[in-house]
């Protein structure tokens, strides 16, 4: 079983910037796809990012990339989110997964075994 924890979430001001981090339990972290999902109030839980088990591989949604990077610390067991220039529309609670499956990182929530319990981000305008 892998314990995830999320931190990092707050309220900042359009065009600001927040970094998640998600710590895991357990000592089979490193050979996990990692990824961020988020969920608007009323909306369904949508991807954002997601990184290889070494870190070699990432995809991002279209509505992140170029302002979002994910990353990750097999040595500290945890998992980053960099969010610059945050919109409103980035508003949302903020889930790391992970996928125990053998091969590419996956932007489908299905694949994905463990959930943290959520960080709120709130960018206001």
């Known amino acids: 079983q892998v314990q995830l924890v999320e931190s990092g979430g707050g309220l900042v001001q359009a065009g600001g910037s927040l970094r998640l981090s998600c710590t895991a339990s357990?000592?089979?972290?490193?050979?996990?796809?990692m990824g961020w999902f988020r969920q608007a109030p009323g909306k369904e839980r949508d991807f954002v990012a997601t990184?290889?088990?070494?870190?070699?591989?990432?995809y991002y949604a279209d509505s992140v990339k170029g302002r979002f990077t994910i990353s990750r610390d097999n040595a500290k067991n945890t998992v980053y989110l960099q969010m610059n220039s945050l919109k409103p529309e980035d508003t949302a609670v903020y889930y790391c997964?992970?996928?125990?499956?053998?091969?590419?990182?996956?932007?489908?929530?299905?694949?994905?075994?463990?959930w943290g319990q959520g960080t709120q981000v709130t960018v206001s305008s």
């Open positions: 997964a992970a996928d125990r499956r053998i091969g590419a990182p996956s932007g489908e929530l299905y694949e994905y075994d463990y």
């Open positions: 990184i290889s088990w070494n870190g070699g591989i990432t």
């Open positions: 357990g000592r089979t972290f490193s050979t996990y796809a």
